[in-house]
Nanobody, 126 residues
């Protein structure tokens, strides 16, 4: 079993930055692809970013490309989402997710992830 705990959300102004963290406990962290998803009020959960376990391959949603950076520290069992130049449209609950596959797996699909955190609220005021 893997437990994920997000932190770092908050209320910021448009143009500001935030860094979200997701601490994982349980099994070998390097075998997990990690992803960030978000869900705004009245909308479906959407993909934000994903990173593979070993070689750090990343993919981003077009809406955040160039502004957000996903990274991971396998020694600390932690994945991060650095969010720069935040916009009001980034307001959502952000979820960390883990997929138990192999060292090189990534996925944009929420159904690929078995484990989810409780979410952290990010609110961007314009």
């Amino acid at each position: 079993q893997v437990q994920l705990v997000e932190s770092g959300g908050g209320l910021v102004r448009a143009g500001d930055s935030l860094r979200l963290s997701c601490a994982a406990s349980g099994r070998d962290f390097t075998h997990f692809a990690m992803g960030w998803f978000r869900q705004a009020p009245g909308k479906e959960r959407e993909f934000v970013a994903t990173i593979s376990g070993s070689d750090g391959v990343t993919f981003y949603a077009d809406s955040v490309k160039g502004r957000f950076t996903i990274s991971r520290d396998n020694a600390k069992n932690t994945v991060y989402l650095q969010m720069n130049d935040l916009k009001s449209t980034d307001t959502a609950v952000y979820y960390c997710a883990a997929a138990d596959r192999n060292l090189y797996y990534t996925s944009r699909l929420s159904g690929s992830y078995e484990y989810w955190g409780q979410g952290t609220q990010v609110t961007v005021s314009s």
